[in-house]
């Protein structure tokens, strides 16, 4: 359990750095909702024009984007991107970590399994992840909320 914590420890200013990034994403990418009001029914009928299947393949599907959560919804996609490559960093930088260090046969002489070490950096990894997804979660319910003028509770956990 030492371990959990201190690996928990160890990616705090990492995990703040990415929740930072993520609200920033969010923040800016509906900020272009709004500078773009009179611009998105022209875009709509634009995108309307496109055969369905040229409509998924660049992931816009049947979304109305003179909506806030339309929007988001199109937007989600970068943010689940961006999740994506926070786990994959995670995954690789927790092992890769310890072989940079040199700490890696320091770790291993000590009575622990490595199942119990790859277990407990597992386990942090997770936990990291679940907080981006809560931070991801809270600012998208907070910034589509102010832009929608009714809480998108609903929609954003059902995007999430």
Known sequence: MNLFWRELRAQRLSLLLWCLGMAAMIGGGMSKYAGMADAWQSLNSLIAALPRALRL?????DFDYTTPIG???VLYLYVALI???HA???????VAKEERDKTCEFLITKPIS???IISAKLG?????M???NVCTCVVSIIVVGRYAGQSPTEDILRLM
Do not use: D, H, N, S
């Open 88 to 94: 994959a960093m995670l995954g690789a930088e927790t």
């Open 124 to 128: 942090a990894g997770l936990v990291g």
């Open 114 to 116: 490595r199942l119990k």
């Open 83 to 85: 999740g994506t490559t």
């Open 71 to 73: 929007f988001y919804a």
């Open 130 to 132: 679940l907080i981006l």
């Open 57 to 61: 393949l660049f992931g816009v599907g």
